[in-house]
């Protein structure tokens, strides 16, 4: 099989990474992953060889966030981590017949100067509808345009990510739909749903976010959902929430551990569930970045409250509020104003009905994993890419 070389930074770039890689093995691609943030989980769980270090940084990839942030990547050994990384690109860059770059501009340089080309690029970031248009900021940086002129094959994440590229000199920019929706997986869930999604993120901030959660379930009492957590590439030891008991049920996979507080109010904690919990989501209360986004797309209603960081900070969250639009809503981070969300959403078929409109809107139609891994093989077709190429 021709193996196709895919570089991705982040937890949720990871999950569209692997579900790309999925189509392109059914295309008859072998596929080398080389995750730059965190344990590249998704492409294990797939089936993928994982190649370089798969280590968690304190900023949990955001780094650039703050000088303190970087201070704490580089006392960690990111210098050195990520010479690993670059040393691992090239090693599976030898045996590829192309690269894919899942990420930002960092993922798009490492590719670039040390994968194998041709260089694809799914930009999965990026967003016209959540740039702040003030000041000299850009959705797009000058130097990622510069690297994407290199690139065969551009794929933005939405149909204005598209026109605005083409109109500045990036004529191989083509939207084909958001791979986010079609990066699903999991069991089933025995609890019945409707749910109420928790989604705290996969990042650092889940630890301080979760137990506010947790508190506005108690306020909401018998709403009438069924309160489940979905717990995304964290360790469970860290997790403190006063006053709750966290039992596991054994299971690796679905229900993994419950959470049950004295007043009678029990939260399933799920794992390798998310599909399942997705689905069957009333409303989700969410600090996450991709999975909020993916769950937007599928209709969810999502009440969101910042964090103190490294990912779901005030700006990060009024980001994903002009991305999102009336599928999400902001409330300050206390459990009266996050339970007071949930009720509003609940209680009014009206505003569910606004929220399923904007993230439809915002998120596109699932299936575009497969229609950009077709159009990754016609291009390497029309190279004449058909054999490895030779060490």
Not at 21 to 48: M, N, S
Not at 149 to 154: I, S, W
């Amino acid at each position: 099989m021709k193996p196709v070389l895919v570089v991705s930074n982040g937890h949720g770039e990871d999950l569209i990474g692997a579900a790309l890689a999925q189509e392109l093995r059914a295309l008859g691609y072998a596929i080398q992953a080389v995750p730059l943030v965190g344990r590249g989980q998704p492409y294990e769980k797939a089936g993928f060889c994982v190649r370089g270090p798969r280590r968690e940084m304190p900023s949990g990839g955001f780094a650039l966030q703050s000088p303190k942030a970087l201070w704490a990547d580089l006392r960690a050994g990111w210098v050195s981590m990520s010479l690993a990384h670059y040393r691992a690109v090239r090693e599976a860059a030898r045996e590829a017949v192309a690269t894919l770059v899942v990420g930002d501009v960092y993922a798009l340089l490492v590719g670039h100067f040390m994968g194998r080309p041709p260089l694809f690029l799914m930009q999965c970031r990026s967003s016209l509808r959540a740039w702040e248009r003030r000041g000299w900021s850009r959705p797009y940086s000058a130097l990622e345009r510069f690297l994407m002129r290199r690139a065969v094959g551009v794929y933005p994440r939405e149909p204005e990510g598209e026109q605005w590229l083409k109109a500045r000199g990036v004529p191989q920019a083509c939207y084909l739909g958001n791979p986010m929706l079609d990066a699903l997986e999991g069991v089933p869930l025995e609890p019945a749903p409707p749910y109420l999604l928790l989604l705290p993120g996969s990042r650092s901030d889940a630890y301080q976010s979760l137990p506010r959660m947790l508190e506005a379930v108690r306020l909401l009492g018998g709403l009438g959902l069924t309160p489940v957590v979905a717990w995304a590439g964290l360790p469970i030891e860290p997790l403190y929430a006063p006053g709750w008991r966290l039992e596991t049920t054994g299971l690796a996979e679905g229900v993994t551990h419950c959470l049950s507080h004295p007043d009678g109010t029990a939260v399933y904690l799920t794992q390798g569930a998310f599909k399942a919990t997705l689905l069957g989501a009333g409303v989700a209360i969410s600090t996450s970045g991709t999975a909020a986004e993916q769950a937007a797309g599928y209709g969810v209603p999502l009440v969101g409250f910042p964090t103190l960081g490294p990912q779901y900070t005030q700006a990060f969250a009024e980001q994903q509020k002009r991305l999102l639009g009336e599928a999400l809503m902001l409330v300050p981070p206390h459990p009266e104003a996050i339970a007071q969300g949930v009720r509003r959403f609940w209680d009014s078929p009206e505003l569910r009905a606004q929220a399923r409109r904007a993230g439809r809107a915002a998120m596109g139609e699932p299936g575009a994993a497969r229609r950009i891994a077709q159009k990754i093989h016609q291009e390497l077709q029309a190279r004449g890419l058909e054999q490895s190429p030779s060490r």
